[in-house]
């Protein structure tokens, strides 16, 4: 009954500690991508969690796209936005302690790597 009990405590704690770092993911992150032409391009993310489905908008000075096709397991995370026609998939690990998210972009091929940081709330 003990083993029960103990058991059951310790699934309740991973399942609180999983949906505290889905909780953490919604909102604005801000970086810069460095393309593969050597340009710097600012971005924005606006994420939306709805259980492990990850919405939302991709921002940068040419416009707006939405994230497509995005989940979520535990800390990684995954979508993709279309520009012009083109899937440009996206990996990434949320650090909560460090408040911020690694993200690999996948250009044709060729991987590039940024730093997103969360956003100050708006006033």
Not at 35 to 61: C, H, M, Q, R
Not at 81 to 91: E, L, R
Request: proline residues 4%.
């Amino acid at each position: 009954m003990k083993r029960k009990i103990l058991a059951s405590t310790v699934l309740l704690c991973c399942f609180i500690a999983l949906i505290a770092v889905i909780a953490d993911l919604n909102g604005k992150w801000t970086g810069v991508i460095k393309t593969p032409d050597g340009n710097d391009l600012p971005v924005t993310y606006n994420f939306k969690i709805d259980g492990n489905k990850l919405t939302g908008t991709a921002e940068s000075p040419a416009g707006q796209v939405t994230v497509d096709d995005g989940t979520i397991t535990g800390d990684d995370f995954k979508f993709k936005v279309t520009v012009d026609g083109n899937d440009y998939p996206h990996t990434g690990k949320f650090y909560s302690a460090a408040d911020s998210c690694g993200l690999d972009i996948d250009f044709g091929g060729q991987k590039i790597h940024t730093t997103l940081k969360r956003a100050p709330a708006d006033k």
